[in-house]
């Protein structure tokens, strides 16, 4: 057995970070080198679910100071109005930690912080080698980084992903928005709630992350974001009945702090390596947004992979078990991103009226499993 010692991972996002600390924690010597020397300016927030909040808790990240534990998920029907309320702390807590909705910016900096020195900022990758017995990441300023293996955690735009797959492009879905921060609440927002808006052809929510802050987002199906036009008028355009949260946080928003995104995803990419390189997170199966996953299957394939060092008596058989594992749950989840957008988006006034009228009825058992699959990424 080749005792795995040194690992190269491009990319400082969700995922590397995660294996950076996960790895670190093996006793393995592992290097994080990210793209930006800056944290990018924009802020963002994300929902990451119980059974990624348990791999950051055992790598002792403390998401209590970036981010809110979520009590309930509200969902609202295609005219607004409140259909159910999701029980999601009560059943996180049965699997055994919250849901938390997060700053993500926030965590990236405290993440950043806690992997320290082994995190090299400005290191724009740009190719990758693999050898018999070693696999190198060459950066843009012309230094090169070696290690056993090399990981790439660079994201839905990989650049370690071409040395496995020449080409690949996400398949982009004909749908995006916009989503932002926001430094106060607004006043229709309760603590601890996400309050989720299904109405024909939008998709938006409003959540509190914590701190004082909540995070909003607009999400369209069939219409993408212009840059030539004001946000808040295309907002106000696309939202058939516009939510009085909603039109608070526009109100308080800058349009300089909405952040334009389109959504695409990598559906059955394989395979995930190539000799000594791998990629996880974005990078080996971007989804679109819509089922709010992305970032838990990154944190997931993370801990995932940290564990298989231990159990795998080669790198051949590591790379080949993690993705036998996570490719079959990480399909899934962008699958259901996909069937989600067209659930919470649908045009048809039949069928929206029936989605209301079946959520607005689920039995507190079949509730309790729908919430014990999200709360655990099933
Ligand atoms: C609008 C929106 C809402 C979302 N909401 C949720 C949600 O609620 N819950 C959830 O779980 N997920 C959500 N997601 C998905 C989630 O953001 C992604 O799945 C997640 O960020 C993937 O993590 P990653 O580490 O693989 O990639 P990224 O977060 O993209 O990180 C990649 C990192 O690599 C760096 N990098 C890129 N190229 C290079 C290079 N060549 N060299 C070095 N470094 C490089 C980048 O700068 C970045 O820091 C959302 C996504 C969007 C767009």
């Known amino acids: 057995m080749e005792k795995l010692k040194r690992v190269v991972i491009v990319g400082g ?31 963002t927030g994300f929902l990451i679910w119980s059974y990624a909040i348990k791999v950051l808790q055992g790598l002792d990240v ?14 609202h029907g295609r005219k607004g109005q409140p259909l159910t309320e999701m029980p999601i702390g009560t059943v996180s807590r049965e699997f055994g930690a919250d849901s938390y909705e997060i700053n993500r ?12 020195p082994d995190l090299a900022a400005g290191k724009n990758c740009i190719s990758v080698e693999s050898f018999a017995d070693h696999a190198v990441a060459h950066f ?15 994201g839905a735009n990989s650049t370690v992903r071409n040395f496995i797959h020449e080409h690949v492009e996400l398949r982009m879905l004909n749908a ?52 030539d036009r004001s946000i808040v008028e295309q907002i106000m355009e696309a ?26 995803d990598l559906l059955a990419l394989e395979p995930w390596y190539k000799g000594r390189v791998m990629i996880l997170g974005d990078a080996a199966h971007a989804t679109s947004p819509y089922a709010g996953m992305g970032a838990c299957a990154a944190i997931a394939d993370a801990g995932r992979l940290a564990e298989l060092t231990d159990d795998c008596s080669d790198i051949t058989e590591m790379f080949q078990r993690f993705q036998d594992e996570r490719k079959p749950l990480t399909d899934a989840i962008i699958q259901g991103s996909r069937d989600s957008l067209h659930m919470s988006t649908g045009r048809c006034r039949i069928e929206n ?26």
């Open 62 to 75: 403390d998401v209590d100071r970036v981010g809110a534990p979520l009590e309930v998920f509200e969902v």
């Open 176 to 227: 995006g928005g916009w989503i932002a921060v926001l430094d106060q609440h607004p006043p229709g927002l309760k603590p601890n709630r996400h309050m989720d808006f299904w109405e024909p052809g939008i998709k938006a929510g409003v959540a509190d992350i914590g701190n004082g802050q909540a995070r909003w987002y607009v999400g369209m199906n069939g219409a993408l974001p212009s840059a």
């Open 140 to 154: 843009e300023d012309g230094t090169s980084a070696e290690g056993d293996v090399v990981i790439g955690c660079d």
């Open 105 to 116: 910016r926030a965590l990236i900096e405290k993440m950043s912080e806690m992997v320290g």
């Open 239 to 264: 939202v058939p009945v516009l939510p009085p949260v909603l039109q608070q946080c526009l109100d308080l928003t800058d349009e300089k702090e909405m952040v334009s995104v389109t959504g695409g």
């Open 13 to 43: 996002g969700i995922g590397g970070l995660t294996l950076g600390l996960a790895l670190r924690k093996k006793g393995l010597e592992t290097k994080v080198f990210e793209k930006y020397d800056h944290f990018q300016h924009h802020r």
């Open 353 to 378: 009226w029936f989605r209301d009228l079946k959520m607005a009825h689920i039995p507190d058992q079949a509730m309790h499993k729908i919430v014990a699959d999200m709360v655990n990424g099933n």
